[in-house]
Every structure is written in structure tokens, then in C-alpha cells.
């Protein structure tokens, strides 16, 4: 037997002449499985989230409409099920359409929080929904979450349900990544409609019959992130394709991740008193080869504006740093101009020692100027920022989130930039991409399930915190939450990276044999989790033979290991320790 040399370094020798041969097709990869049939209990990675509900207008609509309320719970036949209930209305169903219009008017007229937005005024307006209760009713019962999905830039989620309901105005919307689906009860079918906006900003949108509304229905979405578009397959081989329901995400100049989660949320209608959304299963699959980059279910993207003054900071970073987390920090040109060196010290510190990424919060709303100056005060803040921290920037926003898509492609092709905001980033969840005091009573609850968005805040050290902030103490818990799952927080950028290589990542130089499986890896540079479709025994070992290491890896319930790699990286899977 002869010894294998591979990239200078001596392997242990095989018993048998490897062969190269290419990373083919292998079938399905099951990335996350929920068959809650076999289920005895709600599962910890579902929750139910939320808003505050509590104003005015809140307690006005129950008054008129009636007290909505939700709960999870399991049925006897072995189903998740997110039941709403409405109790008795103070208003005849007759006055309905009366009340709809006046407490519509009202509420846009007088307070802040439930002005009339152009997007969900037009999309209620196409969708036939009346404004009031698309806009209120989530508020009352609160979205139903299913979390620990993996980001993936192309997988589908196979989901298996009913609706029971008592009047088939009532529907219930899905968002999976990038999607906006409504699924409502027409004559005896179960329809879903698919909405999206061309290319004029127009809201328009693809239905199809996804099952008979007396039966459970069984359908696919299948995320493309490269091409954006979600596609619906039924059992009869139907589909329609659509693009992602938002232009700016459509228009993103690199691929697109799908989200860590799936949400649903029902709406009770015209003279209906419940709706049960009853799920059978969830499954996310992926096509498979010997080897395949997959997303990580066990990391969130975090960080900072500013960062603010060190004492409103530097314990909460301290913190996080104990717990080997890190995240990003979008440096405020205006505040950056302030610092003495030795809060410039530490700064750089942060992001060349303790592995914090670099970011730019640019001082203006670029949306306030003519493209050409946005352009221009977007090269002169990287600049400076890159000279100032000695690391490059790898994302951006501006003063209070005020850019745009157009802004986006100009950084990510010029400047190698990627976009913070928008749909794909903290604004996935319209009100909750920043973790502050008032949107705690939703992150406290989601941090709990493991939930993955995308988040930045402010301060950290201040107890109780100002506007826009986290208190120490809430901070501390959102921390530990998510370390209580095994999951770590990371910066912006490493979370991106790790997501798209499973688009990215390529394997060339394979070989394996009965006894091991040999290969190289190609990143974007970043680091990738593999999985590796191999029967993995009690003796088998994972060599990285750049590094010199033995790695450790994880053993799936299909017997498959995922691991760790690296760019540019050679590795080595030995199947029988005991026969090198």
C-alpha cells in the first residue's frame, strides 16, 4: 500500500487506488422535518408573537368587532393546531361595512402608528381585505412561527394542513421566504394566491387550487434565490411561479437566503367566530450530492449603530465577546469624527482582535439626495471608515434606514457591499428588526424558539434604555436564550457568507472509496457547513489535510455527517479508522 500525498502534507494510506470522480445528484437532503403525528407535545421551536396591542384603537376595535384570541395547542388526532377564536361583537354584522369605514378613517386620521401605508393600503385594496382588520387582527391574536428552518439560496418546504372555518370571507396569510400567499376557502376548494409586484411597483398575483377543502392539502414552495422567484407545486403536478412579492428583493445584485422560519396568521372575517389551522407536517428539502453546502439553523446575524459612547456599549460588547459572540458594528461617520484615539484604539481592537466585523452607517437619509451625491457620500464614507478601522467595510445602511434598492446595487458592485435593510434583511419582520425595549415583548418570546432575523440595536449597557435601545438586563436575557439553544451570534457579513456558500461552495478533486471520501473545497471566501452522504460508523474520522486537524462533525439521523470547511481546504473522510 502506498501513502497519499495530498496539497505537501503525508495521509494515512489507502487500502485500495482512489478514483476521481464528480459530485453527482444523490436525491432529496432532508434539512429540517416536523411530523407532528408522531408528536406528543408542542414543540420549543414554534411561538406565537405579539405586537402591542394594548392602545387606544386596539381596545376600540375589540370593543366593536369583538375580543380575538389564539392559541397552539395539539388535538386528539395528533395535529398542530393555531386556533383564533372571536368572541360576541358589540356591532350588528349589518353595521360591519360601516364600522370598517369610519374606525378606518379614524385611526388614519388621528394616530401615528396605523397611518395608511401606500404597500398595504394597495396590496388590501387587490386583495379585496378590508384594511382595518388586515392591519388590527394581527395585533390581537399575533403570528404563528415555526422556527430552526436552515437559510438555504434554493430548497423547498413541503407543508401538509386544513383550514375549518365558518365563513369563507376568513383566510389565512403564509409568508414563507420572500413569498406573501394568501390561502382561503372557495366553494368547496382550498385556493392560494401568490402576490407579487412587477416591475411597475403594480400588485398583481397567480392562484391555484392546492386541495378539496374537506380534505387535508399537501403542497410545495420552492425558494430560488438566485432567480428570486417561489414556485407552488400541488399534488396533480400544478404550479405557478411568481416572483418574491417585494421589488427590492427581486432586484438584489447577489443571491437571496431564505429565512430561518415560516409564518402564518390567521384573520377572522365577516361573520366568522374561529379559524383552525390545522398542520400535519413541515419538511425542508434540498437537492442532494455526495457533498453539499447547507445553511446553519444554529447562527444570527446582530449589531450595533454608532457604536454609541463607551459606557453605553462596552459591557454589553464585553458580554458578548465572553460568550465568543460577535456581530457587526455600522460605524456613524458623524460619531466616528468624534472619537479620541484611544476610543479609536479600541474600535479597531474590536475588529481586528476580537473578530467584530466592520460596517457603515452613513450620518444622512441617502433617500434625500439626487443619486449621484448619494453616490458620492457613499464612496467618502467607505473610505474613511477603511482608513479610520483598518478593516474594509462589508455592509451598510444610513440615518434611520432612509435608502434604497438603487442605493444596494451601487454598494454591493462598487463598493462589495451588501444592503442591511430591505425585505431580505431587518425589515423581513416589519417591526421587529431592531431589538429594543419596545419590541421586546416579541423577541423575548421568539429568542426563546430559537428564531433567526436578522437584528441591530443601539445601547446595550443602560438599565432601563433609552428609545431605540436594549436595557442591560433584557439584553443579557436575549443573549442567553439563544445561547440555552446552542446557537451563537455573528456579524452581518459571516452570516451571509455561510448562507450563500450553499450556492457559493464548490468541491472539485473528489475520490473516494469503500474506506474514505477525499475532496477539496471552494468557498466566496468564507467559511461553509458540508454535508457529506457517507453510512457513518462508531470509527469514522474527518481530516483536514491543510490544517493538519481532526475535526469534529456532526452524525445525522440518516447516518450523513455535516462539519465545518474552509477556503481552498483538502479533506479527508476515513470511513474505518481502524483500516488506515
Known sequence: MGSLFIGGAEAFPCKETTKTRENIDQGILTLFSQNYSKSNSVPKNVFIAKLQGNKIYDKLYSAIYGMLKSEISFKTSKVLQYKVRRGSCSCPYSLFPVADTVLESGINGYTADLVKSSETYRFCEVASIPLIHYMEQP?????????????????????????????????????TPGSKLILQKVNNNIILESYFKDSSENIRCESISIGNAAEKSDFEIIFDGYNKTNTILVKDGNCIVTPFYNTDRQRLPYVDVSNGYIKFTSFVLGKGTHLDLNIYSISQTSERKLIT??????????????????????????????KKNRGTIWFDIELLEQYNEEDIEYLRGLAINDSWDVGVHYSKELNSFPLEQAYRIMDEGHLYVYEKIGRKPTSWCSMRNRDSIMHALYAYETLGMIWRNGDSGIHTEKYIGSLEDDTWEWWETASKAGMVHPVFTHELDKDPAIKYSISRSKFHNWVENYESNNMSIVSFHEYSQISRNTYDATFDNLQYTKNSVVFNVHTNGGIALVN?????????????????????????????????????????????????
Not at 446553519?296 to 458578548?320: K, M
Not at 447516518?559 to 479533506?571: C, D, K, L, P, Q
Request: aromatic share 12%; net charge negative.
Open 293 to 322: 453546502a447547507i445553511g446553519s439553523n444554529r447562527i444570527l446575524a446582530f449589531g450595533i449603530d454608532g457604536p454609541h459612547v463607551r459606557n453605553t456599549t462596552e459591557q454589553g460588547i464585553r458580554y458578548l465577546n465572553s
Open 139 to 175: 395585533r390581537q391574536i399575533g403570528s404563528f412561527y415555526i422556527c430552526r428552518l436552515i437559510p438555504m439560496v434554493k430548497c423547498t418546504y413541503q407543508i401538509s394542513i386544513d383550514l375549518e372555518m365558518d365563513d369563507p370571507q376568513s383566510f389565512v396569510e403564509l409568508n
Open 532 to 580: 457529506v452522504n457517507i453510512n457513518a460508523g462508531r470509527d469514522t474520522q474527518v481530516y483536514d489535510n491543510t490544517s493538519g486537524e481532526f475535526l469534529d462533525y456532526d452524525i445525522k439521523q440518516d447516518n450523513s455527517i455535516t462539519f465545518w470547511v474552509e477556503n481552498n481546504h483538502n479533506y479527508i473522510v476515513y470511513l474505518n479508522s481502524s483500516e488506515q
